[in-house]
């Protein structure tokens, strides 16, 4: 039991000897010489400019959720489709109840595509405030 | 292929036994296409329509508890369909009207916006259902997640309120982290025992790989120790109690705790040696030399955090957190059955919740009709408030009474049940002095929260009022808070009806 772990170390010591390792070596072998082009942040190329630390919009985000909800579709129905095929062969009710479940998977992704598009996260220019927001932000502690 | 043959008999049964889930999540749909629907001030429709679907759900319930399926398990084992799993479900479905109650009295949630909450709400209590259920880590895992997610948009709902905002950004990185670690632990278990069982790890515990398999346990526990706020997973719980909107502390402080207790009886179900029949005496041979750690690292969990709770609530001047550490504090209480293990505990930790359910989420419920009244969260601004709200001091005083655990109200049955169990152990093991310790413990833990239970109070009572508040008494609150005083009589008086009904669930998982 106790002579397993050792294998754990043994890796455990690799690891380390591989990552720092190859950076010492790459230390002692380079060349260093440092002008201000080669200082400056890479970015593909192009001259840097402005800060990192922009925020980006936050829409990408509200489009990375609608785009999941297609995706996780997808996803989830290949494998039930795949299955299919088998349950044709035992008996038409199985695949037909089969049919059924998918059919509610996707109604519970429609309606969440509608709550999305009615909410106006499919818009990418947008009204700016709700009308309500003049309440909401009296808030009270 | 053979699990589908005698597909078609079994799917309606299995589908019946998860009548109650099915109803929530038709409700959850309903909800999101009325609020589509409706334009404009829908509050009211809404938590209405919210309302009769936790009521047709309850009805499944009761429907199922007493025409039980017969099987225990549905779905090729991965959920467990037993009388247990049904009184848990009922606990959840009972805290989520109450919640909903709560919300329609709170100011905080804004009215056109309410159909993301309740949606979510339900949510929460659908996962909280399968979460009790599940039999297999994946559903387990699935349900948690669904549960904290929703839980953690809940805690920020109020997004302009910077409190809120802190309050969901905090429970999010927690819980993040907390359910890594969880999975982490699973990952092990499902290595050792190649099974994604939720109790199969009692079958490697086995002297070569103990120490492996109480390690990923221990990984597990810090998810599920994470939703019940122990000691030391419970930094999150003061400042998201604080921030989120008053009926989601309350639904967090009840619901999602004994959910989060509920999956630690699923995975530590075959620890409860006496629930185990003679027939299976593998699982005792094999818990025996273990089981004693168990309860120790249960003794330790407890202590810890029932004196950290207590100890820190003694200088809280807001009354939501004052709050949160009296619920740490309670997870710490019934903590103290999980040191016992066996059948006596297990009734007392479930009578426990039902008393904790109402005298907390009555707790909150005046803290929300604090809020509307003086719109001050801090406890030294409400200063001879009796002269104007009486009723609420009175009802108030009811509930925090009931949570120290004094005589005429219910939270003394509760906390009895729970110290009995504590003694009655201590006087049947030969580790006598591990338990009357816990015993003693636990005693002064109370007496230290009467303190800062009873200073509430002081304030209220005794203190010469600084000025009118003004806001009028509306006999709702008057209805409302008599529910809650009437269930915490109650539950003194004729605790032995629900003690009954306990009593059977807990007959129906002897293994």
Not at chain 1, 59 to 88: G, M, S, T
Not at chain 1, 114 to 123: N, P, R, T, V
Not at chain 2, 114 to 136: K, P, Q
Not at chain 2, 225 to 254: C, E, M, N, R
């Amino acid at each position: 039991m106790l002579y397993d772990f050792a294998n754990i170390v043994v890796f455990l010591v690799l690891t380390g000897v591989l990552v720092f390792g190859t950076l010492l070596v790459g230390r002692l072998v380079r060349t260093q010489k440092p002008t201000p082009e080669k200082n400056t942040i890479y970015e593909c190329g192009e001259p840097p400019f402005g800060s990192s630390w922009v925020r980006y919009n936050i829409r990408f985000y509200n489009i990375a959720l609608v785009f999941l909800i297609f995706d996780v579709e997808v996803v989830c129905l290949f494998p039930v489709i795949l299955v299919l095929q088998h349950f044709k062969l035992i008996s038409r009710t199985l695949m037909l109840v089969a049919v059924g479940e998918v059919a509610f998977f996707v109604v519970v992704l429609v309606i969440a595509l509608i709550y999305a598009w009615h909410k106006g996260a499919l818009d990418w220019l947008r009204a700016p405030e709700s009308p309500y927001s003049v309440e909401e932000s009296h808030n009270p502690e | 292929m053979q699990w589908t043959s005698g597909i078609i008999e079994q799917l309606p049964r299995d589908l019946s036994t998860i009548a109650p889930e099915i109803a929530l999540v038709i409700t959850i749909l309903a909800l999101i296409l009325i609020d589509l629907l409706m334009r404009g001030e829908v509050s009211f429709s809404i938590s209405f329509f919210a309302i009769i679907g936790v009521f047709i759900s309850l009805h499944l319930l009761f429907n199922a508890f007493y025409n039980p399926a017969p099987s225990r398990t549905a779905f090729w084992g991965l959920l467990a369909v037993d009388k247990f799993t049904l009184f848990l479900k009922l606990i959840f479905l009972l805290s989520t009207f109450l919640v909903i109650l709560l919300t329609l009295q709170s100011n905080l949630i804004y009215p056109y916006r309410v159909g993301e909450y309740y949606t979510l709400l339900l949510t929460a209590t659908m996962a909280m259902c399968f979460l009790v259920s599940a039999r297999n880590f994946i559903l387990f895992y699935l349900a948690l997640e669904t549960l904290s997610i929703s839980s953690y948009v809940l805690a920020t709902y109020t997004k302009r309120d910077v409190f809120s905002t802190e309050a969901g950004l905090k429970y999010l990185i927690y819980g993040a982290a907390a359910s890594a670690v969880m999975l982490f632990g699973i990952s092990y278990l499902y290595g050792l025992t190649g099974t994604l069982d939720i109790t199969a790890w009692v079958n490697v515990l086995t002297p070569v790989t103990s120490l492996t398999v109480l390690l990923a346990l221990l990984l597990v526990f810090v998810g599920i120790a994470f939703k019940i706020s122990a000691v030391p997973f419970h930094f999150w719980a003061p400042d998201v109690y604080q921030g989120a909107p008053t009926p989601i502390t309350a639904y967090l402080s009840v619901a999602s705790k004994i959910a989060g207790f509920g999956a630690l009886f699923r995975v530590s179900l075959p620890l409860f040696t006496d629930l185990i029949i003679p027939g299976s005496k593998k699982i005792l041979l094999m818990l025996g030399p273990y089981h004693f750690q168990f309860a120790t690292f249960f003794w330790i969990i407890s202590v810890i955090t029932m004196t950290f709770g207590n100890l820190v609530a003694l200088r809280q001047n807001n009354l939501k957190r004052l709050l949160a550490y009296s619920s740490i504090a309670h997870a710490g209480y019934i903590l103290m059955g999980m040191t016992v293990l066996d059948a006596a505990a297990l009734k007392a930790m479930l009578f426990y919740f039902l008393i904790y359910m109402f005298m907390n989420i009555g707790a909150f419920y005046c803290a929300i009709v604090l809020e509307n009244k003086t719109r001050i969260g801090d406890i030294t601004h409400y200063k001879g408030i009796v002269n104007e709200y009486p009723y609420l001091v009175v009802g108030f005083g009811v509930i925090l009474f009931s949570l120290t655990g004094i005589p005429p109200f219910g939270g003394f049955i509760g906390k009895y049940l729970l110290f009995a169990a504590v003694v009655n152990k201590a006087l049947s093991t030969p580790h006598a002095m591990f338990y009357f310790s816990l015993a003693i413990i636990g005693v002064l833990n109370s007496v230290i929260s009467l303190y800062y239970y009873v200073r509430i109070l002081k304030i209220m009572v005794l203190e010469s009022p600084a000025k009118k508040i003004g806001v009028p008494w509306t006999p709702v609150e008057s209805l409302l808070i008599a529910i809650f005083v009437i269930a915490i009589f109650y539950l003194f008086v004729l605790w032995t009806q629900p003690y009954v009904l306990i009593e059977n669930v807990v007959k129906s998982i002897i293994v």
